[in-house]
């Protein structure tokens, strides 16, 4: 199974810290989304997209990306972020988009990641020390799961 993971992790790391662990589990390639050839996706079995939360939407070049890809009919692909409250809900505009993609989106995770963006900085802010090494197991456990689910053609 060849697999890529694409991620935009901005300020501090959070969702590449996660991106990682998927990565290793899954012996994953991993890419920014600055470095990604949108043709070169097609070479992969399942596609990986993480993203930071910004304003309680994903990252702008993420949702980009996913805009610029032609049908994918017949990949999967799954989601995953992390940001300060942690919604699963914040994955829906990319699972959305995927699925209008032609992807089957088998999987999404989220997590809680230190958040200083917007007002948050003005109040020091939140979900400090995140994510941590509870978030890492339970985003090992996901690409378990994701493995699992996987049945390459």
Do not use: W
């Amino acid at each position: 199974m060849k697999t890529l993971i694409i991620y935009a992790s901005i300020h501090h790391g959070n969702t590449e810290k996660i991106a990682r662990v998927i990565a290793d589990y899954l012996n994953a390639g991993m890419a920014k989304v600055n470095d990604v050839d949108v043709n070169a996706i097609n070479g992969y079995d399942l596609i990986g997209f993480g993203s930071g939360i910004y304003h309680s939407k994903p990252h702008k070049k993420i949702i980009d990306l996913v805009e610029e890809l032609p049908d994918m009919s017949c990949k999967k692909a799954f989601v995953f972020s992390t940001s300060g409250l942690g919604k699963n809900e914040y994955n829906n505009p990319v699972k959305q988009q995927l699925e209008h993609k032609g992807f089957e989106v088998i999987g999404s995770f989220t997590c809680k990641g230190y958040d200083t963006y917007g007002p948050f900085k003005f109040i020091g802010g939140i979900a400090k020390g995140r994510p941590n090494e509870g978030d890492f197991r339970k985003a090992q456990t996901f690409a378990q799961g994701i493995y699992k689910l996987f049945k390459p053609s």
